[in-house]
């Protein structure tokens, strides 16, 4: 007699045999694993691993084969079907080569099998095909090249240097441009060559650029062997923005792929110290570059950048660099070109070409290094450097050159504030400044109120001129030259603002500050002036915008305001802090400090002064400035300064762009205007505070916009997380309830969004006596971890909040891995769900009643309906609820228990329930059509268990259908 457990294996593998050939491969699948784990015999394992691969062929899941026959195969060597189920699994998965070896040994050992036969007749006309199109492949990239340099044919030449680049973007085809001889040193030569068309030169950049992306050790053999870096670097001397950020983006690839850091929050270490020489030569090479003559200003400005964006490493991702590039003498390199003037200033002392833009990237670069240092030892480091160059340039007989040393100050006053602020006071260069401010020559005036306009940004700083050099202001303010004119201007509306948001603290009477808001917006609108002039206007009116009076004069001067927003839309780097700080003032975007009343009362009481808030600044006036600027198209200049450096200028974009999708109306130009898209940016890398405004305003729009409009393709995915963000105890109730709102119209967009939601909108239809739901199978919301951030708000006490959840599950139920979830795991969940059937709140019930009425399609979720002691009592109140909806869905779920379990058909035929089904399918009528045709359906499930007597009425229901 056989043992048992070899009894239960041909059990299982021949009731597996019958359910393959039924065509029920997954159910299949599961017996034969459940007779794998029963057996020893080598054979045997052999033969179930065999039907496992043809089960996953079937099914499609041609890894799985693949790993399945090759165990197969471990057991028993060059077992045909073995091979062959591997090698239809190979073919499918594009392993040609591996196929063709599979098949060629199948049909040895079983040289009369048609099927293998076929197979490798098919595999080796695949392989032949496939050479001659590397063959081709190699003569196209030829030609191609030939077509750039020689070409005449303007189109054919763009169409070979497009292929070119779609060539490079493959794995294989960068392989293969690598591979062939001389053809990255035939691209260097055309670079080299000063006729070339500029189309071609920028096509032979941007293919290099895609050829050193994404393979270190490709990377490294085209650095270290073949071209190196020094044809990228001479192109940042030609003066063209398109080229420039072609070359720089091949730089980032570089230093992205050798550190591990593309499409990745942050480099890896272990990457870093394994190209740590390549990875150092690249940086280095840059560094020795910011001071080279050579450089055009966009190049230049380009360099900064990358240095900027790679060199930190403790409070922002990058390669630790910071040590280095001070060693390598990069912090006198950068003064160095933050002295140059643009070309209608001052050009003094050096040859270099800059942009209006220069210095501030030299700023931000320098202010990002100097916070990156960790420790007050190289910081020190730090200041040390930038004295000892201001000291050589004033050791300099030449009031010229000391004036360089004002630039250097000033430029450090715009970045690492406290490293200017030293050098200001340790060699009275405050003085110096006030004295300048006297002289004749509009220049010296120039770079005097600039430095002045910079010093104040603190208030001791403001103090201190307030005291010293309010006359000397107010008599620059009234020089002829407008670039004096208007630096003067600034410095004043900064002193007019010191006292911030207290109505009751100001250090200039109100009309003062009237006229220097006026003056500032007739810099701003006046046609006439240039681009210098209106920036310095836009950052005066960013101090003085914070008097309520100020802000709504120039809400109410469209023009003005048209003229700001049209600055904002330059993108320019120089405008941006100006020109988004009105905006924050204007929609009073920042924070204020909470009063609290007892305090208040405390500090009058005790004589303290308790700051006031503007009358002009109450909700309705808010709301009016905000309508003026959504009209304007406020957004659109957001957008377009959205991708600068600064984690802080973001957070103030982000705050901007929240407050103005509180606005139902304002979302739709939102979206229309790329905010989407903008906050998805903003909502990903910032502040925490930063990334919560953008994140709510993405909830705002999701709410509203419908999310295949507001965020289409691949932005529906990436909204998700920011959304789920917004799912945490410490936001606002308010956050959390957008954010679930949001969610539950995402729920509903396709099949990836949710872990499977089907359509924009639940709905119930007949076919074959059962209520169907369409879907389309979607994944993220589960996939980040949602379903439990959006199932802890069932149990909020606050309505809102309790209702949006209750929704969003529903939505959610949708998805079979939900359901799966929600049938599967232990738990209350079901519970919860029949209890809020029965809810006051008429949409919490309908949520819940939705949610049970799609699971009540499974069988073991009708197991588990029916668990709690309560369900027949919940199914009696809501089968005759007011509201139809709810009594249809109550009907449906009826149907299904009757159908799918026999417990709970004979619980429902004993109770009242059977009274209500049959009173409602007697019901007449269009607007009982349907809650009749659902009880008819139920009945009919009754009659079919034997629990009731036939009727005719459901014979007639049948044949209706």
Same mark, same amino acid.
């Given at each position: ?166 060539? $490079?973007?493959? *794995? @294989?085809?960068? =392989? ?5 001889? %001389?053809? #990255?040193?035939? +691209? !260097? ?80 270490? $272990?990457?870093? *110290? @394994?190209?740590? =020489? ?5 940086? %280095?090479? #840059?560094?020795? +570059? !910011? ?671």
């Amino acid at each position: 007699m056989a043992p048992t457990s070899a009894i239960d294996f041909a059990s299982l593998k021949e009731s597996g045999n019958a359910l393959f050939k039924q065509g029920k491969f997954q159910d299949a699948l599961d017996l034969y694993s459940q007779a794998l784990a029963l057996v020893a015999v080598d054979q045997d394992k052999s033969a179930v691993l065999k039907n496992q691969a043809a089960c996953y062929l079937k099914l499609e899941n041609y890894e799985k084969c693949n790993a399945v026959s090759s165990q197969a195969l471990e057991l028993s060597p060059n077992d045909p079907k073995a091979l062959f189920r591997r090698c239809q699994a190979l073919e499918k998965l594009g392993r040609v080569d591996e196929a063709f070896k599979d098949a060629r040994k199948a049909a040895h050992a079983e040289p009369g099998d048609a099927s293998i036969k076929e197979a490798l007749v098919r595999l080796k006309k695949k392989i032949d095909e496939a050479s001659k199109k590397q063959a081709s492949t190699d003569q196209k990239v030829t030609d191609m090249l030939n077509f750039l340099h020689t070409e005449t044919d303007k189109e054919k030449r763009r169409l070979a240097a497009n292929n070119l680049i779609v060539l $490079a973007r493959e *794995k @294989a085809g960068a =392989e293969l441009l690598v591979a062939k001889p %001389q053809v #990255l040193e035939k +691209m !260097v030569k055309l670079l080299r060559d000063p006729k070339l068309d500029a189309e071609v030169r920028l096509t032979i950049v941007r293919t290099l650029g895609e050829i050193l992306k994404g393979d270190p050790a490709r990377t490294r053999e085209i650095l270290r062997n073949r071209i190196g870096l020094p044809p990228l670097m001479a192109l940042y001397c030609v003066d063209n923005l398109e080229l420039v950020t072609a070359v720089s983006i091949a730089v980032e690839n570089i230093l992205k792929t050798l550190s591990g850091w593309l499409d990745k929050e942050k480099p890896d270490p $272990a990457m870093i *110290k @394994a190209n740590q =020489e390549d990875i150092d030569h690249t940086l %280095q090479t #840059l560094t020795e +570059m !910011v001071d080279k003559a050579v450089l055009s200003a966009v190049g230049r400005d380009s360099i900064i950048d990358i240095l900027l964006k790679n060199i930190p490493e403790n409070l922002s991702p990058g390669l630790g660099w910071a040590d280095q590039f001070m060693e390598k003498d990069g912090i006198a390199k950068l003064l160095t070109a933050a002295v140059v003037q643009p070309g209608d200033r001052l050009n003094v002392g050096s040859s270099l070409n800059v942009t209006n833009e220069t210095r501030i990237h030299i700023s931000l670069a320098l202010q990002k290094i100097n916070d990156d240092l960790d420790g007050d030892k190289k910081r020190k480091v730090f200041t040390d450097k930038c004295e000892q160059f201001v000291q050589r340039l004033l050791a300099d007989p030449d009031p010229e050159t000391k004036m360089l040393a004002v630039l250097v100050v000033i430029t450090l006053l715009q970045g690492p504030f406290d490293v200017g602020n030293f050098l200001l006071g340790s060699k009275n260069i405050l003085e110096m400044l006030l004295v300048m401010a006297t002289s004749d020559e509009p220049e010296h005036q120039i770079i005097a109120a600039e430095a002045i306009v910079h010093a104040a940004s603190k208030k001791d700083k403001c103090a201190a001129i307030l005291s010293e050099g309010m006359g000397i202001l107010k008599k620059l303010a009234k020089s002829p030259n407008d670039k004096v004119q208007v630096r003067a201007l600034v410095g004043l509306c900064k002193a007019g603002s010191s006292g911030g948001l207290d109505f009751a603290n100001k250090p200039l009477p109100e009309e003062e500050v009237q006229q220097l808001a006026q003056s500032c917006r007739k810099f701003l609108t006046n046609p006439a002036k240039d681009f210098d002039l209106r920036r310095w206007a836009a950052e005066g009116l960013a101090y003085l915008s914070l008097d309520g009076n100020v802000k709504d004069s120039l809400v109410e001067d469209r023009a003005a305001l048209r003229s700001l927003i049209d600055l904002g839309k330059t993108g320019n780097q120089n405008i941006i802090y100006g020109v988004v700080s009105v905006f924050v003032n204007l929609t009073n975007s920042y924070d204020k400090p909470e009063v609290v009343p007892e305090m208040k009362e405390l500090a009058q009481f005790a004589k303290q002064h308790v700051p006031v808030e503007h009358p002009k600044d109450s909700p309705e006036c808010v709301a009016k400035r905000v309508e003026a600027l959504a009209e304007e198209g406020v957004v659109s200049a957001l957008v377009a300064v959205s991708k600068v450096e600064s984690k802080n200028v973001r957070e103030l974009i982000a705050r901007v762009m929240n407050v103005v999708a509180e606005g139902k109306d304002h979302r739709g130009a939102m979206v229309q205007q790329g905010g989407a898209k903008a906050l998805l940016a903003l909502a990903l890398d910032g502040t925490e505070r930063g990334k919560e405004c953008a994140s709510q305003a993405l909830a705002r729009i999701g709410i509203t916009i419908d999310p295949t409009m507001a965020f289409p393709g691949q932005r529906a995915y990436e909204v998700v997380r920011p959304l789920l963000a917004l799912l945490q105890e410490e936001k606002s109730a308010l956050q959390n309830f957008e954010a679930l709102l949001a969610l539950t119209n995402l729920a509903q967009v396709s099949e990836s969004v949710r872990y499977g939601l089907p359509l924009d909108v639940f709905f119930l239809s007949w076919d074959s006596n059962r209520w169907l739901m369409v879907f389309y199978y979607r994944q993220r919301i589960v996939k980040e971890q949602g379903l439990s951030k959006i199932e802890h708000y069932l149990y909020e006490e606050h309505e809102m909040l309790k209702r949006a959840a209750t929704e969003c599950i529903c939505n959610l139920m949708l998805s079979p891995d939900v359901q799966d979830i929600y049938i599967r795991l232990e738990g209350d969940r079901i519970k919860l769900l029949l209890l809020y059937m029965a809810d006051e709140d008429v949409a919490v019930a309908r949520a819940a009643s939705g949610a049970i009425a799609m699971l009540s399609d499974d069988e073991k979720a009708c197991a588990r309906i029916i668990q709690p002691t309560m369900w027949l009592e919940v199914m009696k109140e809501i089968s005759v609820s007011e509201h139809a909806d709810i009594r249809l869905r109550a009907l449906y779920i009826i149907g299904n228990l009757i159908r799918n379990s026999q417990t709970a058909a004979e619980a429902i035929c004993q109770s009242e329930l059977l009274e209500i089904l049959l009173a409602t399918s007697q019901l007449t009528g269009a607007d009982n059509a349907l809650a009749q045709k659902a009880a008819l359906h139920a009945l009919k499930a009754a009659h079919t268990k034997k629990l009731i007597a036939p009727n005719p009425e459901y014979e007639e229901d049948e044949d209706a259908e």
